[in-house]
């Protein structure tokens, strides 16, 4: 069965303080890594796709890596703008899609 | 063009009863899959349609179903409600060729 895990939970920035979350993942043959955005209310928004190990999409303040076990979405000098929750999805060979539980971003002005 | 559209917004039963949600497809896309939210489970996996025909189906019970018209719009039919249906049902359509998923707002279900 394949599994990912997100860390931390939830996480406190302040505006331009630069971190990272974590994606942890095992699948079955996997065809994709996909990160999200969700905003309160709202159903989760496309921000990237990675194929394959050393892989790395960039948009804005966000970059997403990808290993062959993890995936890292990096946040260059937040804003508030950023807060959101940030979902990790893979995509394993029989084209089933699962997600992380998802990172809660917060980040104060 | 639009996004994806579902109906209603917001939806109370009663346990015992069954319902139905709706989902319109951005324009040309032909595949349709549903999403459960929870706080506690996350996003989980229901079902995917690709014209007509269901593709996947993810680990819940019968008493969850969908189906897809000529036209992609899908429903999604919950029968014999329980407590711990309450969720956000979330609908997401892609192009096909595309993996790359587009969500509607979800339905707020809330059965008590």
């Known amino acids: 069965e394949d599994q990912v895990t997100q860390s931390p939970e939830a996480l406190r920035l302040q505006e331009g303080e630069s971190s990272s979350l974590n994606c942890s993942y095992t699948v079955s043959g996997l065809r994709g890594l996909f990160w999200y955005r969700q905003d309160p209310g709202k159903g989760p928004e496309f921000l990237f796709t990675?194929?394959?190990a050393g892989e790395e999409k960039e948009k804005e303040r966000l970059k997403a890596t990808l290993t062959k076990k993890e995936s890292f979405l990096h946040i260059t000098a937040p804003k508030p703008e950023d807060s959101a929750t940030y979902l990790c999805a893979v995509l394993n060979a029989g084209n089933m899609l699962t997600f992380g539980g998802g990172t809660r971003l917060m980040v104060k002005p | 063009k639009a996004g994806v559209t579902q109906t209603p917004r917001y939806l109370i039963k009663t346990r015992g009863q069954q319902v139905t949600l709706s989902c319109s497809p951005i324009?040309?896309?032909?595949?349709v899959s549903w999403y459960q939210q929870t706080p506690g489970q996350g996003l989980q996996f229901l079902f995917e349609?690709?014209?007509?025909?269901?593709?996947n189906k993810g680990n819940f019970p019968g008493r969850f179903s969908g189906r897809q018209f000529s036209n992609s719009r899908s429903e999604m039919n919950v029968s014999t409600l329980e407590l711990g249906d309450s969720a956000l049902y979330l609908c997401?359509?892609?192009?096909?060729?595309?993996?790359?998923?587009?969500f509607g707002s979800g339905t707020q279900l809330s059965v008590l």
């Open positions: 349609y690709f014209s007509e025909t269901q593709r």
């Open positions: 324009s040309g896309h032909r595949s």
């Open positions: 997401a359509s892609r192009d096909g060729a595309n993996e790359k998923l587009f």
């Open positions: 990675l194929y394959s």
